[in-house]
């Protein structure tokens, strides 16, 4: 199993920027692709941003050129620098693992969530 926990969140002006943090414990030898993922309120999660193993990363469109993600395997940990905030980021944030089922096939099926933290941008 892997066990995620996300920080950083708060409350920001539109135009400020916040980083969060995601740390991995457990079975982080089994993570292959982590991400982060946001759910505004009365609305389903949505995908924001990924990285790879090896470092290829995705966003979503409403989100490049203001959002990092980047990944320290070697710590475990997962970051999201967002800059220039607006109103429509406001959204409870969260960190996910997906299992490299090669590597942990007992996994299969997993799917890794961290608890979410929330973000706030007022106008």
């Known amino acids: 199993q892997v066990h995620l926990v996300e920080s950083g969140g708060g409350s920001v002006q539109a135009g400020g920027s916040l980083r969060l943090s995601c740390v991995a414990s457990?079975?982080?030898?089994?993570?292959?692709?982590m991400g982060w993922f946001r759910q505004a309120p009365g609305k389903e999660r949505d995908f924001v941003a990924t990285?790879?193993?090896?470092?290829?990363?995705n966003y979503v469109a409403s989100v490049k050129g203001r959002f990092t993600i980047s990944r320290d395997k070697a710590k475990n940990t997962l970051a999201l620098q967002m800059n220039n905030l607006q109103p429509g980021d406001t959204a409870v944030y969260y960190c996910?693992?997906?299992?490299?089922?090669?590597?942990?096939?007992?996994?299969?099926?997993?799917?890794?969530w961290g608890q979410g933290t929330l973000v706030t941008v007022s106008s």
């Open positions: 996910n693992a997906v299992p490299d089922l090669d590597t942990c096939p007992d996994l299969i099926g997993s799917d890794f």
């Open positions: 457990g079975d982080t030898m089994c993570i292959s692709e």
């Open positions: 990285v790879t193993s090896g470092g290829s990363t």
